[in-house]
């Protein structure tokens, strides 16, 4: 961007950068403006085999963008992914910053079928074999030796790599047309709430992306299971929509949660996988979980507090008289795990955006089916 005048405006098309020079002494450009992302729609109605046209005109904008080098946040079945072609380490460093991720912690790389993961791998071990001919594609993460093709910045110089093949259509036909693997973590800035719908990812990531594509509300709405495949019995890293007991009917055996302090070694488990840092997923708004949840709710109602109280019991008396304060707003929440899950985010979100002083959560049952919403309740808890 050398050469410049002052005042020269200048539209640098790589970068998706207005730059505008003023009096300097070097006359270097001083100003840049980027414009926010398109946001393109592109809906997949059940039923078809293929996408409507202008789904595949999107798809094709986004696959041209990420073989340069861009960042295109695409819907997934679990949380939307801001995705980069994991054969690009500048690329992908990308992803790094627009995230404001450390560089300690690695990514998935999302493969369109276990044909493309397989190379990506040094070793494909028994239980990987297992879980991904039984539960592929679908929202379950292996962690596997690595490979030597994928750059080193994307497993974050470390000697695993964790591989996906996404349910989501659209996200596999994407890396099917661009032949590639997307490296993507969730589309948010580092520690946030992770997005459930395009809006989501627009209010997060803003103009440090360069496309957004816009597939309607995630349908599970909480990130994948992440299971370590290196170990004996494989070990449950981050536990997600593919509960334990899944995984161990498909492993034919037992297997460890890390996550679980009755069961793993919890206090490893940041080391094992860096994305597991105690405070995450959190919404601004200080959250808490509680098993008695009509006290603390009228107690902070008490002194004064703002609180949004998201509860499946509605119908309790106890609940609906304390409905009755202008300070409080009562959010239902659906009894079943995979229904919560699916709404959870979508709702942090929405309710983050009312300045409260705080977010109850009544304390759901402790059973192997609410296992991942605990877990991700837990971290966005924590102070
Ligand atoms: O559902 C999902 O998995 C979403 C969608 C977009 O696919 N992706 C996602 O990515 O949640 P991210 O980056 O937000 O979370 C990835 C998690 C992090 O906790 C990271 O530390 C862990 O996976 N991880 C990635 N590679 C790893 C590796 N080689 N060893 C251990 N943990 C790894
Ligand atoms: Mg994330």
């Known amino acids: 961007m ?24 070097t006359l270097q450009p001083t100003l840049m403006v980027r414009p926010l992302p398109d946001i393109l729609p592109v ?21 041209a963008l990420l073989a340069d080098g861009g960042l295109v946040a695409i819907p997934t079945e679990t949380v939307y992914g801001l995705a980069a072609d994991a054969s690009d380490a500048d690329a992908v460093n990308r ?22 993961a397989r190379p990506l791998s040094a070793a ?20 596997v030796p690595r490979g030597p093709q994928i750059p080193d910045n994307v497993t974050a110089g470390g000697q695993t790599i964790a591989v996906r093949c996404p349910e989501h259509p659209l996200a596999r036909r994407l890396i099917a ?54 170990t004996t019995p494989p070990q449950i890293l981050r536990p997600g929509p593919i509960s334990r007991s899944e995984l161990e009917a498909v492993l034919g055996g037992p297997m460890a949660d890390a996550t679980d302090p009755a069961d793993g070694d919890a206090a490893l488990l940041p080391a094992r996988s860096p994305g597991t840092m105690a405070r995450h997923y959190a919404p601004k708004t200080p959250l808490e979980v509680s098993a008695t949840a009509v006290e603390t709710v009228a107690s902070l109602l008490q002194s004064g507090k703002r609180i949004a109280w998201l509860t499946a019991r509605t119908n309790d008396p106890q609940v609906r008289s304390l409905a009755a304060s202008h300070e ?33 959560i009544d304390a759901p049952p402790k059973d192997d089916r609410w296992r991942a919403v605990i877990d991700r309740l837990q971290r966005a808890s924590t102070a």
């Open 328 to 360: 409080l707003l009562v959010v239902p929440m659906p009894t079943d795990p995979a229904a919560f899950a699916a709404c959870l985010y979508a709702t942090l979100h929405a309710v983050d955006r009312r300045s409260l002083d705080r977010i109850i």
């Open 95 to 116: 992803i790094f910053v627009a995230k404001g991720r450390p560089a300690t912690n690695p990514l998935i790389v999302h493969v369109a079928d276990v044909t493309m």
């Open 177 to 230: 047309m661009l032949g590639r693997p997307l490296a993507a973590p969730s589309a948010n800035r580092s520690k946030q709430l992770s997005p459930t719908t395009a809006g989501h990812v627009l209010d997060g990531l803003g103009n440090r992306i360069d496309l957004i594509l816009d597939g309607g509300p995630c349908s599970r709405g909480i990130e994948s299971t992440v299971v370590d495949c290196t």
């Open 124 to 143: 494909w071990p028994d239980p990987a074999e297992r879980i991904t001919a039984s539960l592929w594609p679908g929202p379950v993460t292996v962690i």
């Open 2 to 25: 050398g050469g410049f005048r002052n005042g020269q405006i200048a539209w640098n098309s790589r970068e998706r950068t207005l730059y505008l020079a003023l009096a300097s002494p």
């Open 43 to 63: 809906p997949w109605p059940v039923g078809l085999s293929e996408p409507p046209a202008r789904t595949e005109d999107a798809l094709r904008r986004a696959a």
